[in-house]
């Protein structure tokens, strides 16, 4: 039985989902039982909180949306995250570093505020691995091509200071892999898929 949790960080555009979906891809043609999930949403309530989040018609506080992202994440541990630990590979669109880098490092809330309610909806629980896209400085902005949602809509600027605020949560860790979006989508597919095999250490 394969197991590990495997999160897709980055900011919009950096083809995290598209690599979470082509390892998904990977896993199947593999046989090896998997979860997507994506943060915001996942569970089914807490696809109903990414809606209310997203929407370009709310207009919430900046502290009203970190409750909120916290939240769905508190639905998606205890009901998917939780029962399935040892049992299936999980593989995240985004998870506890998306809230530190663009609540903290992007709007400014309090870092030790963000930690103490990570700790109050998962404990000590600590994704496995996590798979970090960066975009070159002068393609932050033509990444983000079509403003869907309320989140699409900030200044090159303010990617930037979230893409650090990425990049210092991975230092000096050896859980994380940076993928460069500047890199062909083929390369980087296997370089997600080499990693993989060795997480689960399968051939
Ligand atoms: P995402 O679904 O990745 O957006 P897209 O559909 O454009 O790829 O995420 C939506 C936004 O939510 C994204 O801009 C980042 C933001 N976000 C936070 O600000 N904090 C969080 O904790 C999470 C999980 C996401």
């Given at each position: 039985m394969y197991s590990k949790v495997i999160v897709f960080e980055g900011?919009?555009?950096?083809g995290k989902s598209y690599h979470l979906n082509e390892a998904s891809k990977y896993l199947k043609k593999k046989k090896i039982d998997h979860i997507k999930l994506r943060e915001?949403?996942?569970?089914k309530n807490s696809e109903k909180l990414r809606n209310l989040l997203l929407s370009n018609k709310s207009n919430f506080e900046k502290k009203t949306d970190l409750l909120i992202y916290l939240s769905g994440r508190s639905e998606n541990f205890y009901k998917i995250i939780k029962p399935n630990l040892k049992k299936k590979i999980i593989l995240i669109d985004r998870f506890v570093d998306s809230t530190t880098a663009y609540?903290?490092?992007?709007?400014?809330?309090n870092k030790n505020i963000i930690n103490l309610l990570n700790k109050f909806v998962l404990g000590n629980f600590k994704a496995d691995f996590t798979f970090l896209h960066l975009v070159k400085k002068k393609n932050i902005r033509k990444?983000?091509?079509?403003?869907?949602?309320?989140?699409?809509?900030?200044s090159k600027n303010f990617y930037l200071k979230v893409q650090n605020g990425f990049l210092r949560l991975s230092?000096?860790?050896?859980?994380y892999l940076k993928i460069y979006s500047e890199e062909t989508k083929e390369r980087n597919k296997q370089i997600i898929q080499k990693k993989i095999n060795l997480l689960i250490k399968i051939k």
């Open positions: 900011i919009d555009g950096s915001p949403g996942g569970s609540q903290h490092y992007g709007f400014g809330i990444k983000i091509k079509s403003k869907k949602n309320r989140y699409d809509k900030f230092k000096k860790k050896k859980n």
